[in-house]
């Protein structure tokens, strides 16, 4: 795979050169106030906009938010996000209202050496998310024509066939930025000869969800750890009664023959937190993973499954995590995430957290973020890459 990176565009010259810098700044609004919940994917692409600025590109960011129908959406809108990329770059950042129309183009204009423009939400706009290559391509030559050159740091998107991360990179001179060379590079690693053992952590609701990456990493892992929502699937096909915990009836079978294919490799829960309701003061306890109550429903892995993944992560040379064990959004079921995550950071091995609620379970905990090796920024473009799926923002970007 040959891509070009941001170092190669820097190195051709950006001063005074307007470049397109498409950015995953898809945060977490708080429901209630608007506000960002949390700022990590807009830190994320700092390094590539502080060395395009640096160097006096005039740099035109421009992002989705959330899922809107194509049209403008108040609660959709990236204007609380130029807000807090201009407190982070200490600069001005000059906002958009729309994404390739008149304020788009007068922002784009106005743009001195060295300035940041952010334009409105990407899915404001039909063309972006368009399964018609023609509408898709009309939208892009309309992005395409506010820049000069085309980077794209957005690596979670890279595994959607957007305008933005698609079509634009084909009509403009185009380089990976810092984030998404840095992902590519640690996943890459993952995907070929890692240091053994190599330990995967899988987490989350659902098997399905899951499910191509659990087949893609059976035969390449030592062991695999599997905890959340898609433990009780797995428990049902050992005969468990699982309560009303999260259960998906038609992937029981799937999960017997993956069990059965295994080889010992996979580790589940042996005991598990069971709750009378799914509500943060609901009343809990502690009971074996085969023992679960009818009436009652799984919320977290138990205190011996930390110790037993625990005691396999400080085996491993290399670990891959993605999902947390339980709903750790609720402190009384926060613990299995926590001290999966610890035990993840005391190992001596290389660590990558796999974007997502990893991620986000990572900085809510108030976890040190730099004890892990990498934490990716795209939970859903890391499982893809790791199951060998052609990305098409990364094939977007080879030469």
Known sequence: MSIRNLDDLLAEGV????????????VPLDKQTGAIADDGRI??????????????????????????????????SLRPVAARLGELLDAQ??????????SARSTVDALADGEVALLENLRFNKGETSKDDAERGAFADQLAALGEAYVDDAFGAVHRKHASVFD???????????LVLREVEVLAKLAGEPARPYVVVLGGSKVSDKLAVIEALLPKVDRLLIGGGM???FLKAQGHEVGTSLLEKEMVETCRNLLERSEGKIMLPVDVVVADAFA???????????????????????????????????????????????????????????????????ADAFSVVGGGDSAAAVRALGLDESAFNHI??????????????TLPGIAALED
């Open 15 to 26: 001063s005074g050169r307007r470049v397109l810098v498409r950015a995953d700044l898809n």
């Open 43 to 76: 830190r994320a692409v700092l390094p590539t906009l502080t060395a395009l600025t640096g160097a006096g590109a005039k740099v035109v960011v421009f992002s989705h938010l959330g899922r809107p129908k194509g049209s403008p959406d108040p609660q959709f």
């Open 93 to 102: 950042v000059r906002f958009a209202e729309d994404t390739v129309g008149d």
């Open 168 to 178: 634009v990179p084909a009509r403009l001179p185009h380089v990976a930025g810092r």
């Open 231 to 233: 433990c009780f699937t």
């Open 280 to 346: 943060p003061d609901a009343a809990h306890d502690t009971v074996r993973a085969d023992a679960i109550p009818s009436h009652r429903l799984g919320l977290d892995i138990g205190p011996e499954t930390v110790a037993g993944f625990a005691a396999a992560l400080a085996q491993a040379k290399t670990i891959f995590w993605n999902g947390p064990m339980g709903v750790f959004e609720m402190p009384a079921f926060a613990n299995g995430t926590r001290g999966v995550a610890e035990a993840i950071t005391s």
């Open 376 to 389: 990716s920024t795209g939970g859903g473009a890391s499982l893809e890459y790791l199951e060998g799926k």
